[in-house]
T-cell receptor, first 117, second 110 residues
Framework: KAGVTQTPRYLIKTRGQQVTLSCSPISGHRSVSWYQQTPGQGLQFLFEYFSETQRNKGNFPGRFSGRQFSNSRSEMNVSTLELGDSALYLC????????????????FGPGTRLTVL | LAKTTQPISMDSYEGQEVNITCSHNNIATNDYITWYQQFPSQGPRFIIQGYKTKVTNEVASLFIPADRKSSTLSLPRVSLSDTAVYYCLVVDSNTGKLIFGQGTTLQVKP
């Protein structure tokens, strides 16, 4: 079974631009979560989607948004990029929706390395 | 919001048992505590998950006391390939948000 795939793997943008990252979950998984990882803040939860609905959201500004399609693929968008948005953005999928009940094992992709200049 | 505390780094030698403890408060009473392993340039990988007492799988054990204010990941007989960053993950009791620990960098020496 193929793992979680994320595209692109690397991205360089300038301040003020916007960016869209893509995530394809493991086949059959309906829950997709996004995380930001930086050396200073570690791993931080952005949001989770299940069946095209956002189920939970972390403490990030409205510039960070996402969506999930009917095939469970998900995209994350960051508008008006800031230098501090430089990070590794990780996507994870799981077979069950975790936040309405018990947390379920997540399978992470390799991440997209975003650099904002 | 739930707060987690892990040691920033630990050193060990091959063949030794390594215990990494994560302290956590305000976690959801009915949710699991989960540990992940991360190698450079890769996403985190699930190691083990538990609710209370002791859980063991083929790679690790997890000890959780009755008050669930901490959890200890135990790696038996580590090898060089266990050199990685280890994260605990909990669920905040009020918001349901997922909270990762800051990570413990384990360096296994020959």
């Amino acid at each position: 079974k193929a793992g979680v795939t994320q595209t692109p793997r690397y991205l360089i943008k300038t301040r003020g631009q916007q960016v869209t990252l893509s995530c394809s979950p493991i086949s059959g998984h309906r829950s997709v979560s996004w995380y930001q990882q930086t050396p200073g803040q570690g791993l931080q939860f952005l949001f989770e989607y299940f069946s095209e609905t956002q189920r939970n959201k972390g403490n990030f500004p409205g510039r960070f948004s996402g969506r999930q399609f009917s095939n469970s693929r998900s995209e994350m968008n960051v508008s008006t990029l800031e230098l501090g948005d430089s990070a590794l953005y990780l996507c994870a999928s799981s077979s069950l929706f975790g936040l309405a009940g018990l947390y379920n094992e997540q399978f992470f992709g390799p991440g997209t390395r975003l650099t904002v200049l | 919001l739930a707060k987690t505390t892990q040691p920033i780094s630990m050193d060990s030698y091959e063949g030794q048992e390594v215990n990494i403890t994560c302290s956590h408060n305000n976690i959801a009473t009915n949710d699991y505590i989960t540990w992940y392993q991360q190698f450079p340039s890769q996403g985190p990988r699930f190691i083990i998950q538990g609710y209370k007492t002791k859980v063991t799988n083929e790679v690790a054990s997890l000890f959780i006391p009755a008050d669930r204010k901490s959890s200890t990941l135990s790696l038996p007989r580590v090898s060089l390939s266990d050199t990685a960053v280890y994260y605990c993950l909990v669920v905040d009791s009020n918001t349901g948000k997922l909270i990762f620990g800051q990570g413990t960098t384990l360096q296994v020496k020959p």
